[in-house]
């Protein structure tokens, strides 16, 4: 096996569960030349890795096709041994299928996996970890069943956040994509006002600092400082690490803890850890709400909470 490609284009929290895959084949073919495909936005989180040779963006600002028809263009003059295809939308399909991969494995949900060389199931009602089901595709290669996933900040990243590093403090991640994955705001302020004694980073994009920025002007007295939009990925994995306790979200804070190994707090509010999701550090506390019978309401979160109660936010003790 001299070149792979592995392919993951969904959200932030899937590529770093992926890492595994390319941990694993590095273990297993250590001459390899390992490629990753991510969605534009994401690439940041796979700098650093000194197992992956490549990293691709799928771009559709300059038009779906045209970034899918350059990339099977490239593919194909790379003339890959392996294509691992983890991503389970139509687009990432035809990119493997057309990539010229001598063997093209990925999950049969996809709906182009019958291109595949070997596909394989993906089942969220079985209990696996999202990490075991990606080694699943690379098993019969003696791919380990379990592993953490990985990111690698670097020693800029590092000194980028020593400053907010001079007493201990913890980080908390309060924003999620979907509502119902997103303990409620009251809830945040009442864990802040438990540890108010402590420094307190607040953790997010640039599209979470409005919301960060209430919880701040809730807690005028005590020492919480909005981060959100303001550090890169890897910088915010590197103050997380060094962080006495994280909390977040069932979302990509989560998982960026995971791979950091950082003690962390997850809540689970309409989504379950059964679908796959949970944190993998070595010192991880779930938080959820039990005995709700509309619980769960989906595999991904909502916009609100279809019974209109919010009950399994609500109701989390923290």
């Known amino acids: 096996m001299n070149r792979i490609l592995?392919?993951?284009t969904a959200f932030l929290g899937d590529v770093i569960l992926a890492t595994p895959v390319v941990s694993e084949l590095n273990r297993l073919y250590p001459?390899?030349?390992?490629d990753f495909l991510v969605k534009k936005g994401n690439e940041s989180l796979l700098k650093n890795?000194?197992?992956?040779?490549?990293?691709?963006?799928?771009?559709?600002?300059q038009g779906k096709y045209k970034s899918m028809r350059l990339l099977i263009i490239r593919f194909r003059k790379n003339r890959y041994d392996l294509?691992?295809?983890l991503q389970r939308f139509a687009s990432s399909g035809i990119i493997t299928a057309l990539s010229g991969g001598k063997l093209k494995y990925g999950f049969k949900k996809n709906p182009l996996s019958f291109t595949y060389s070997k596909s394989?199931?993906?089942s969220m009602n079985n209990g696996m970890h999202e990490v075991e089901r990606n080694l699943s595709v690379i098993s019969e290669f003696g791919a380990k069943k379990l592993i953490r996933p990985e990111l690698f900040?670097?020693?800029k990243d590092f000194s980028a956040i020593v400053h907010y590093q001079r007493e201990s403090y913890i980080c908390i991640a309060p924003a999620s994509v979907w509502f119902t994955k997103q303990l409620p705001i009251e809830k945040w302020n009442q864990l802040i006002q438990k540890n108010a004694s402590k420094k307190i980073f607040l953790l997010g994009g640039a599209n979470d600092?409005?919301?960060c920025s209430s919880i701040v002007q809730n807690h005028p007295n005590l020492n919480v400082i909005n981060l959100a939009g303001k550090m890169s990925l890897l910088e915010s994995a590197a103050l997380m690490k060094g962080a006495v306790h994280n909390y977040v979200n069932d979302s990509g804070p989560l998982h960026i803890a995971s791979a950091m190994n950082a003690n962390v707090t997850a809540y689970f509010c309409s989504t379950i850890p059964a679908f796959g999701f949970g944190p993998l550090s070595d010192e991880s506390t779930i938080k959820e709400v039990g005995n709700l019978t509309c619980r769960p309401c989906g595999i991904h979160g909502h916009t609100k909470c279809p019974e209109n109660h919010f009950d399994c936010g609500n109701n989390i003790i923290l």
């Open 6 to 8: 592995i392919v993951q």
């Open 31 to 34: 001459n390899a030349h390992i």
């Open 49 to 61: 890795n000194p197992k992956i040779n490549s990293v691709f963006t799928f771009d559709k600002s």
């Open 83 to 85: 294509v691992v295809n």
């Open 120 to 122: 394989f199931s993906h």
């Open 153 to 155: 900040p670097s020693s």
């Open 209 to 211: 600092e409005a919301l």
